[in-house]
């Protein structure tokens, strides 16, 4: 069974930066293509950042430049580096496939403070 762990969310202030982590089992995270994303209250879920197995990378078109998406193959493990936090980046944010989705972990929650 697929488990994937989000972990690295908090309090931060805007203009801050966090590092989220994402951690699979029952899966290799370099074999897809994954991708974080987040949800806002009273908001649909949306993709934020993608990364495919062969390492190609995609950025939401507003996010581009503050997120970074990167992959630590050793680890089994994906990161979202976030900087330059907004107080709408305020969501929970998870990590998944970008098709054919595995269960939804519990997802991490980024707060941003103005």
């Known amino acids: 069974q697929v488990q994937l762990v989000e972990s690295g969310g908090g309090l931060v202030q805007a203009g801050g930066s966090l590092r989220l982590s994402c951690t699979a089992s029952?899966?290799?995270?370099?074999?897809?293509?994954m991708g974080w994303y987040r949800q806002a209250p009273g908001k649909q879920r949306e993709l934020v950042a993608s990364?495919?197995?062969?390492?190609?990378?995609y950025y939401a078109e507003h996010l581009k430049g503050r997120f970074t998406i990167s992959r630590d193959n050793a680890k089994n493990t994906v990161y979202l580096q976030m900087n330059s936090l907004k107080p709408e980046d305020t969501a929970v944010y998870y990590c998944?496939?970008?098709?054919?989705?595995?269960?939804w972990g519990q997802g991490t929650q980024v707060t941003v403070s103005s």
């Open positions: 998944n496939r970008i098709q054919w989705y595995y269960d």
């Open positions: 029952g899966t290799i995270v370099s074999n897809n293509d």
């Open positions: 990364m495919s197995a062969s390492g190609s990378t």
